[in-house]
Nanobody
């Protein structure tokens, strides 16, 4: 069983920064990670994905957010800089895993990911 535990959310003023972490436990082969967010009254939105080829980003966060990983800690990160009030949302990490070591990529659809975290709240005030 694969589990994801997020941390790092909080409240910050516009222009500030936060780093979200997603710790992965369990046994798996290849994996890629995605970050999603959902604001009250809005649909869930894909934010970014990270796999062996690097990071890909939604246009709304490109140039401000960066995804990375620490293999030793089995943790993935979403560094968020120049935060805006419209970034306020519950943020979720999600993993698409294989139990082999075949190449894997992640996209922007929630249903592509077979494991999800519990979410962490990010609030940006103006």
């Amino acid at each position: 069983q694969v589990e994801l535990v997020e941390s790092g959310g909080g409240s910050v003023q516009a222009g500030g920064s936060l780093r979200l972490s997603c710790a992965v436990s369990g046994t798996y082969g290849s994996a890629c990670m995605g970050w999603f967010r959902q604001a009250p009254g809005k649909e869930r939105e894909w934010v970014a994905a990270f796999y062996s080829g690097g990071g890909v980003y939604a246009d709304s966060v490109k140039g401000r957010f960066t995804v990375s990983q620490d293999n030793r800690k089995r943790t993935f990160y979403l560094q968020m800089n120049s935060l805006k009030p419209e970034d306020t949302a519950m943020y979720y990490c999600a993993a698409r895993v294989l139990f082999s070591f075949n190449p894997i990529t992640c996209g922007d659809k929630w249903t592509e990911y077979n494991y999800r975290g519990q979410g962490t709240q990010v609030t940006v005030s103006s």
